[in-house]
């Protein structure tokens, strides 16, 4: 497949590829796996690319504990972000990514 990162739809895509990733982890509970997925997502932020509100998909959330690639789910007094995601779960995945708060356990 060809990427070209003037794409407009091409950080977007990425970051769907990412999640496929990060959800096939936790199906298979490869930890491991994982910790790459993580590894190519910090190198694709040093290298200029774009967080988008799917990579939250990163993270189980802390507000449903919806796993790594999957939906969020209803959770009393916590809207979901544009139906998918708990914001919660998109800023922590933010900061986990950049390096700023540590890496919850991504495999529950
Ligand atoms: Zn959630």
């Known amino acids: 497949m060809r990427v070209d990162v003037d794409e ?13 990733a990060a959800a096939a982890a936790a199906r298979h509970q490869d ?7 993580v590894k190519i997502g910090k190198s694709a932020l040093a290298q200029g690319v774009e967080l988008v ?4 998909y990163f993270l189980q959330c802390p507000v449903c504990s919806a796993q790594s690639g999957q939906t969020c789910v209803n959770a009393p007094g916590h809207p979901l972000n544009e139906g998918k995601l708990h914001p919660e779960r998109i800023a922590l995945s933010a900061q986990a ?10 495999l529950a």
Request: aromatic share 8%; glycine share 8%.
């Open 8 to 20: 407009p739809q091409a950080v977007e895509e990425f970051w769907n590829g990412m999640r496929e």
């Open 53 to 56: 509100p799917s990579s939250g």
């Open 97 to 106: 990514i950049r390096g700023e708060v540590p890496l919850p356990e991504p």
């Open 31 to 37: 930890p491991n796996l994982y910790r790459a997925i």
